[in-house]
């Protein structure tokens, strides 16, 4: 499988990034990336600045205070065109496809010896040497929020990746969110067998490593064989020095262990997509029996509910909707909106063929993510990343009582909190009737008052 090198507007040729490192190098070359240089604490103000830069632009803290060998990353993947510009891709919709393509056609990585800078085994195991940020007033303490968790099967041996937000409980133990997936059923299955679960959490990886994590396929099927497909086979393991498992080669932060078969532990409150506080409640404690580092590496940090959290869970739903409704109807983009916590709410641009066909898009949407609480389906001529376009769409283009299709139960998202059964609605949002009628009126524009809205600057 080949994959094309991606042109910048200045001439230069840049490639797929292999490692975070590379990606760094791309983003910043377009002028996607911040460098600041000024000591800032890992507690609330990092995550203060990186709330403010991550949405637009990267930003690399080269100066975190108390942790002089350490540099801290936000926003490396925060939307989609840095996404694709570090995949050597020109648009979202080109990762979508690439995605896709790699969970059809996995390749499994090869095994290289690695040798990391810095290793810290047994005793000198310690959390605290590491800069992990807290974040909101409310939450627990210090989290871990880009941690990827390599763990296998115990039964079948086959491997997944997942993120995991995990805070540390002591010295070398962290108390970790594992929802009811994979590594849910992995840590059962390891429970019946009597055995503590072995697992490495990865911390600082490259693009593709980044978006199989948040990637959910079946349970039979590996994570890092579809990165290292969207890499073409560029992706390299490396065997763990405490554990046996294997993990990328090239991560910043690697935090081997087991979780624990007879120890869990508060877990939260922690802000989730929502920008709400999750519930306390019990979960897994990993031990924690080395941490092996490159050199002064980068600490890859997610900003609980901004830009990079909502790109990284939301962009693998969008590429399965994309692929789910183009079963069904002509699919020009799909999005799942920030003003729908970029988890709740879908808008699709669609070019129908029937009047009804908008209503199969929505219910194939629903059941690529079942997450989704409302989706709204428009015409190509919408711009749904506008949220003020979109919503002209719906009130000047959907009946209430004919468009507005209320499905009363269905399987929902445990962070949506306002009632059960879950619910969902479906908007049909494309014109009907005399297309005449519902279109936007324009003013036309000569080239002499687009070189003055030029010289204006005025967008």
């Known amino acids: 499988m080949d994959f094309p090198e991606y ?75 840095r996404l694709a510009l570090t995949l050597g891709l020109s648009s979202g919709k080109d990762v979508y496809k690439l995605l896709w393509s790699a969970i059809r056609n996995p390749i499994r990585p090869n095994k290289i010896a690695k040798t990391f800078d810095v290793v810290m085994i047994g005793n000198d195991v ?24 390599i763990a296998h099967d115990p039964e ?80 390299k393991v490396t065997d763990g020095k405490t554990i046996n498992v294997e993990y990328p080669a090239e991560v910043e932060i690697v935090l081997e262990g087991k979780f624990l078969l007879n120890e869990s532990a508060d877990e939260g409150p922690f802000t989730d ?20 580092m490159k050199r002064k590496p980068i600490f890859h940090a997610i900003l609980p509910a901004g830009s990079e959290h909502r790109t990284l869970m939301g962009l693998p739903r969008e590429a399965k909707i994309y692929h789910f409704v183009s079963e069904v109807t002509i699919v020009h983009d799909v999005y799942l909106a920030d003003w729908g916590c970029g988890w709740l709410e879908c808008v699709l641009a669609i070019e129908k063929r029937v009047d009804d066909e908008p209503v199969n ?25 506008d949220c003020n376009d979109v919503y002209w769409a719906v009130i000047t283009r959907a009946h209430p009582v004919r468009d507005y299709i209320i499905i009363p139960r269905a399987k929902g998202s445990t962070l949506e909190h306002t009632g059960e059964p879950k619910a969902k609605i479906i908007i049909d949002a494309t014109i009907k009737g005399d297309k005449h009628i519902f279109c936007k009126a324009k003013i036309p524009a000569s080239e002499r008052v687009k070189n003055v809205i030029k010289a204006l600057e005025v967008k």
């Open 361 to 385: 898009a929505g219910l194939a949407a629903i059941t690529a993510h079942p997450s989704l609480k409302k989706i709204i389906i428009v015409d190509p001529d919408i711009n749904i990343r």
């Open 273 to 292: 997509i929502t920008g709400t506080y999750d519930i306390v409640r019990k979960q897994p404690v990993f031990e924690v029996s080395a941490i092996l």
């Open 156 to 235: 079948t041996g086959v491997r997944n990746a997942s993120y995991h937000r995990m805070t540390p409980i002591g010295k070398n133990k962290l108390v970790v969110r594992v929802v009811p997936r994979d590594l849910w059923k992995f840590l059962r299955k390891a429970h019946e067998f009597g055995k503590d679960l072995e697992a490495a959490v990865i911390i600082g990886v490259d693009p593709a490593t980044a978006i199989a994590g948040a990637t959910s396929i079946p349970i039979d099927h590996d994570e890092l064989e579809v990165a290292n497909a969207m890499l073409n086979g560029e992706l």
């Open 7 to 81: 042109i910048s507007n200045d001439s230069t040729v840049i490639f797929l990034a292999v490692n975070i490192r590379e990606a760094i190098r791309i983003l910043e070359d377009k002028k996607l990336l911040i460098r600041n240089a000024f000591s800032l604490s890992p507690r609330h103000e990092i995550p203060y600045i990186a709330q403010r830069v991550e949405r637009d632009k990267a930003i690399l803290f080269e100066n975190i205070e108390g942790y002089k060998d350490f540099r801290m990353i936000f926003g490396i993947y925060g939307d989609r065109r």
């Open 126 to 149: 310690d959390l605290s040497k590491l800069p992990i940020p807290t974040f909101y007033e409310r939450d627990k303490g210090p989290y871990v929020t880009a941690g990827i968790v």
